[in-house]
């Protein structure tokens, strides 16, 4: 069992959690991920680390209520438990003095390029942070952002905040300023970190992407995270899961985390009608004291 | 008290039959299929042993379990006695009576083999394994002096709980340390529970613990340690690495990343660990096999239980292998079980190419036949290609179960660790002692893939050569 230590919501439906695990919070570097599984009968998903602090013992993650597993664990508070984290697990980003880089979150994928950020900042780059949001009540670490890049942008889909438009269309608007640009590092939503590789592509600028397959174990076991990159395939759990964004096969990636969507509605489905009979059964309690 | 018969009279009793589920039954659930010796029975064939002067049955087992001295107390009825022998040198004989090869092994050994049929060594071992944890008998926590140093033992599959369990019995502190949220290994995540009861492996793990051992989970030593960290800051004298086989091997052929396609591992995983067939009152699932074509590839044992898994799942399950069912690495007495109920068997096939849909989902395969050629390094026929014979089946879920290779994640934090060019670590034979001082290593990590035993008894050989080394202090 591990304990929550801190749980705030930073917009609707993504919340904050420090976890403490000391040795996890002592080893992580940027780029790295956790497993964790919230109950006895969860399943293991993985989790980027957003931070971490060693002397507090505590893992930062932040997560987006989406299927069944995170909406469980967004209901969780400070005091609270999971039973199991695991990590840190994958390589850490390759991190060095490239010049200029560029740092792209898209939605909750900002909680993820946050640390990459800090670490490139502090390895001496020239740090452009350009973050996407559907809508300004989405906009996630606004001020963390701003605190670690020499140039922080927004963008939002429907304009309601910053930049009007998607995190492509800032960075397309850099590249034809004629800006030079010696790294981009995508994470987000498979769609948007494809866009990212071609914006990117015909310039040259090496990009690297940080994959999300579906995983079981994360400690290159089953398989079942892997990935196509180059033509080759890879496991994404120890040999990434960050990879050069002009050689990844995205398609094969969206298919084949597509392939339990069914399930993961079903999941909820039963999650959810769980919930609810608790909830009546506490409030039948409730009326009949 | 009952006695041994005359060896005459001996020879004339038949081999007992185990019973168990019926296989049309079984086929539709997750329960063992054995079902273990009643009483009567075990006596009656640990009666038939005829106590050889030079017993050859022992000389079948890697770890020399003192099969005639249990055998004699199994006819004498002392049904604790006799585990507490086999105990002597096997730590787990409720798993070992389970999984162990007998078949190649002890009982291929045994004298009565040639003329009659050998006597049912595993069976009995198991059948007083279980008497013993049905009587609710623990093992005794070792009343001997601590000898106030630390052992770390790095994953918790059989070489790891036998390494564990030696090293607490001659005074060690012991912890080990394990990546996954369950203990035991292969024992848990790749066995399924109709061949080993969970049950049993947290029986045998709990015993450990009561015994002293410290047990952590969801520690991923190269990743939450380092080796390193463990002996220079965590206070570790010695570490035994016993990780396992890891990596998947896959085919190599077009259509592998469909989705629809697994290793064994990871259907077994779902299956098995996270117990995807509970699904979803367990979160995690595993793609519908009901009525489902599944094809597994492959002719071990891993294999024959992913396919009977599938098949209990629901599905239409055939094996694929590439040789004759002569060439076939499983144990005969899990192609029986396969058989009877309703594994269906291509031999001599092989898929060359997986084709999917639109959407990248498998849909059908294009296979080509073989056929026996001159014998390879391993002295098997080697298959060779019939041209022409390429045909395409329709399947739904394909599994791959052709072996793993080993994990990474020791040899990239470690790499004062010597491995071989297939990634295996490389150990002195007698000391186990890898190139790393203070670091030693054993089971699949060692061998590749193997056997429960041979684990078993490199985890036993490891702890000797740990506490010598601990005792003398040179390396
Ligand atoms: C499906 C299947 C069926 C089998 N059937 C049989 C059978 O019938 N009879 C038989 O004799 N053998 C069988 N085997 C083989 C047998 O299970 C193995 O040979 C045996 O389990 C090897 O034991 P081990 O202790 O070396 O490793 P494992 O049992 O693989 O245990 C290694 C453990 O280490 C953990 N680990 C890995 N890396 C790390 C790390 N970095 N840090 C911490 N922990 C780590 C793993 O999670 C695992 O729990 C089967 C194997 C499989 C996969
Ligand atoms: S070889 Fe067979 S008959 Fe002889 S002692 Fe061993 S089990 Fe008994
Ligand atoms: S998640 Fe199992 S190998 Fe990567």
């Not at chain 1, 914006?199 to 994959?211: E, K, M």
């Not at chain 2, 709980?161 to 019995?169: P, R, T």
């Not at chain 2, 340690?225 to 077009?254: H, Q, R, T």
């Amino acid at each position: 069992m591990f304990e929550i230590v801190e749980a705030r919501f930073l917009a609707q439906d993504i919340k904050l959690f420090k976890i403490y695990s000391p040795p996890i919070a002592r080893k992580r570097k940027a780029g790295q991920f956790v497993i964790i599984r919230v109950t006895e009968t969860g399943e293991r998903i993985p989790l980027t680390i957003a931070d971490s602090d060693p002397g507090q013992g505590t893992v930062t993650i932040i997560v987006q209520g989406i299927g069944k597993t995170t909406k469980e664990l967004n209901t969780k508070a400070a005091g609270d438990t999971i039973t199991d984290i695991v990590g840190p697990l994958g390589k850490p980003s390759h991190i060095e003095k490239f010049g200029t880089t560029v740092s792209i979150g898209g939605g909750v994928g900002t909680a993820i390029a946050y640390p990459t950020a800090v670490a490139l900042k502090k390895a001496g780059n020239h740090v452009i942070t350009i973050n996407g949001a559907r809508t300004k009540d989405m906009v996630i670490l606004e001020d963390e952002m701003k605190a670690v890049s020499d140039e922080a942008f927004i963008t939002t889909d429907d304009g309601s905040y910053g930049i009007h438009g998607f995190v492509t269309n800032k960075l397309q608007q850099l590249i034809d300023e004629g800006r030079q640009i010696d790294f981009v590092l995508a994470i987000g939503p498979i769609p948007m970190m494809q866009a990212v590789a071609e914006v990117t592509r015909p310039h040259g600028i090496y990009t690297v992407v940080s994959l999300n397959p579906i995983m079981v174990d994360g400690t290159g076991m089953c398989g079942g995270c892997r990935v196509q990159v180059d033509n080759k395939v890879q496991f994404a759990c120890v040999d990434g899961p960050e990879f050069d964004a002009h050689k990844v096969n995205f398609r094969n990636l969206v298919n084949r985390n597509r392939v339990y969507h069914e399930y993961e509605l079903k999941s909820l489905e039963s999650y959810e009608h769980r919930c609810k009979l608790n909830k009546q059964a506490d409030a039948l309690k409730a009326t009949s004291v | 008290m009952a006695e041994f018969l005359p060896p005459k009279e001996r020879t004339k009793l038949p081999r007992q039959v185990m019973p168990e589920q019926d296989p049309l039954i079984r086929a539709h659930n997750f329960e063992e299929v054995n079902l273990g010796l009643t009483k009567e029975q075990a006596i009656l064939d640990a009666q038939r042993c005829l106590q050889c002067k030079k017993p050859t049955c022992m000389d079948g087992c890697p770890v020399e379990i003192k099969i005639i001295d249990f055998l004699e107390l199994v006819v004498e009825e002392d049904f604790l006695g006799a585990a507490r022998k086999i105990k002597e040198d096997n730590v787990l004989p409720a798993i070992c009576g389970r999984v162990c090869p007998q078949e190649t092994q002890c009982e291929a050994k045994c004298v009565l083999a040639k003329r009659f049929e050998p006597v049912s060594i595993g069976r009995l071992e198991r059948f007083v394994a279980d008497y013993e944890m049905s009587k609710g008998i623990t093992s005794e926590i070792p009343r001997i002096d601590k000898k106030g140093k630390k052992v770390a033992v790095v994953g918790s599959g059989p070489a790891g709980l036998s390494c564990a369990g030696d090293l607490i019995n001659m005074g060690y502190d012991v912890t080990v340390f394990e990546a996954l949220h369950e203990l035991g290994g292969v024992l848990v995540y790749g066995i399924p529970e109709f061949r080993l009861p969970k049950e049993i492996v947290r029986k045998e793990v709990n015993n450990l613990r009561n015994m002293g051992v410290e047990f952590k989970t969801n520690v991923v030593i190269g990743a939450t340690y380092s080796i390193d960290e463990l002996m220079k800051e965590e206070g570790y004298s010695a570490v035994f690495v016993a990780v396992g086989a890891g990596l998947p091997w896959f085919m190599n052929i077009p259509g592998e990343s469909l989705a629809g396609v697994y290793s064994a591992n990871e259907f077994l995983t779902r299956v098995n660990l996270m117990k995807a067939y509970k699904f979803p009152e367990y979160d995690s699932p595993v793609l519908d096999c009901k009525e489902r074509r599944v094809a597994v590839f492959g002719g071990g044992n891993v294999a024959m239980d992913a396919v009977r898994t599938a098949l209990r799942l629901g599905a239409k399950a055939t094996i694929y292998y590439r040789r004759s069912e002569a060439e076939m690495p499983a144990r005969d007495e899990e192609i029986h079980h396969a058989k009877d109920e309703g594994v269906k068997f291509e031999m001599l096939t092989t898929p060359i190419e997986l084709l999917g849909d639109e959407n990248e989902r498998l849909h059908s395969m294009k296979c080509i036949r073989m056929e026996l050629g001159e014998p390879d390094a391993s002295g098997r026929r080697r298959p060779v290609p019939i041209e022409n014979s390429e045909y395409i089946e329709p399947v739904d879920i394909a599994i791959v179960a052709i072996g793993n290779g080993s994990n990474p994640l020791i040899s990239q934090t470690s790499p004062d660790i010597d491995t071989n060019k297939w990634g295996n670590i490389n150990v002195d034979g007698d000391t186990m002692r890898t190139s790393k001082p203070g670091v030693f290593a054993g089971g699949d990590i060692v061998t590749g893939g193997a056997t429960v035993i041979l684990a078993l008894g490199a985890g036993r050989q490891a702890a000797r050569g740990i506490d010598e080394y601990l005792t003398d202090g040179s390396w």
